[in-house]
Antibody
C-alpha cells in the first residue's frame, strides 16, 4: 500500500519561503508509471493543483505560481519537495502531496495534508 | 484553464435517499473525469475515474456517468458516512488538470 506523508513547518513568515517534503513509502518514486504532485486547499475553498514532477525531474508548474515555485525530486530518499518563495497570507492552505498515474492523471493516493499558515 | 462547474453547491438529502451531483466541463473532455470524496479534516479520496470506473474499495452505491461536457455522480442510497464534499477533476487538458469547486452533501 502506497503511503505519502507531508512534512515541514506549520508556520511561515510573510515574504519568506515555504518548504515542504513528501515522503513516499510502499512504492518507488522512480516508477516510470507515476507523476508526483502538490495540491493545496485554501481555508474553506476547493482544490488547486500547484504542480507535479516525474522522477526524471520533468515538471509542470501552475502558471499562477510559476515565478515563485520550485518542485524537486530526491530519488535516493524516495521524496519530493516543494518550495514556494515570497509567500503571503494568500498562500495559507492545507498542502497535499499526491500520486497520479502516467497517461491517466487522476490522483489515486494522497498524503494526509499539512496546514501551512503564513503570518507576519 | 479548463473551467469545471459543479452543481448544486449544497445538496440536502435524507439517509437512504438517492443523491445526484453534476459536473460540467467548459469544453469536451471525453471521459477524462474523476470524482473525489472529502470529509472534514481528511484528504480527498478517489471514488471514480474514467467518468464511470469505481476505484478500488469503493462501494457499488457510488456510480459515475457522462462524457463530453456533462457528468453525474450518483449515490444510490446515502449512508451516514457519505455526507461529505465531492469534487470532480478533469484530466483531459494536459498538463493543467483542474477541479470543480465542490458539492457539499448534507443531512436533510
Amino acid at each position: 500500500q502506497v503511503q505519502l506523508q507531508e512534512s515541514g513547518p506549520g508556520m511561515v513568515k510573510t515574504s519568506q519561503t515555504l518548504s515542504l517534503t513528501c515522503s513516499v513509502s510502499g512504492g518507488s518514486i522512480s516508477s516510470d508509471d507515476h507523476y508526483w504532485a502538490w495540491i493545496r486547499q485554501r481555508p474553506g475553498k476547493g482544490l488547486e493543483l500547484i504542480g507535479y514532477i516525474y522522477h526524471s525531474g520533468s515538471s509542470y508548474y501552475n502558471p499562477s505560481l510559476r515565478s515563485r515555485l520550485l518542485i524537486s525530486v530526491d530519488t535516493s530518499n524516495n521524496q519530493f519537495s516543494l518550495k514556494l518563495n515570497s509567500v503571503t497570507a494568500a498562500d495559507t492552505a492545507v498542502y497535499y502531496c499526491a500520486r497520479t498515474i502516467l497517461f491517466e492523471y487522476y490522483f489515486d493516493y494522497w498524503g494526509q495534508g499539512t496546514l501551512v499558515t503564513v503570518s507576519s | 484553464d479548463m473551467l469545471m462547474t459543479q452543481s448544486p453547491a449544497t445538496l440536502s438529502v435524507s439517509p437512504g435517499e438517492r443523491a445526484t451531483l453534476s459536473c460540467r466541463a467548459g469544453q469536451s473532455i471525453s471521459d477524462n473525469l474523476a470524482w473525489y470524496q472529502q470529509k472534514p479534516g481528511q484528504a480527498p479520496r478517489l471514488l471514480i475515474y474514467g467518468a464511470s470506473s469505481r476505484a478500488t474499495g469503493i462501494p457499488a452505491r457510488f456510480s459515475g456517468s457522462g462524457s463530453g461536457t456533462e457528468f453525474t455522480l450518483t449515490i444510490s442510497s446515502l449512508q451516514s458516512e457519505d455526507f461529505a464534499v465531492y469534487y470532480c477533476q478533469q484530466y483531459d487538458q494536459w498538463p493543467s488538470w483542474t477541479f470543480g469547486q465542490g458539492t457539499r452533501v448534507e443531512i436533510k
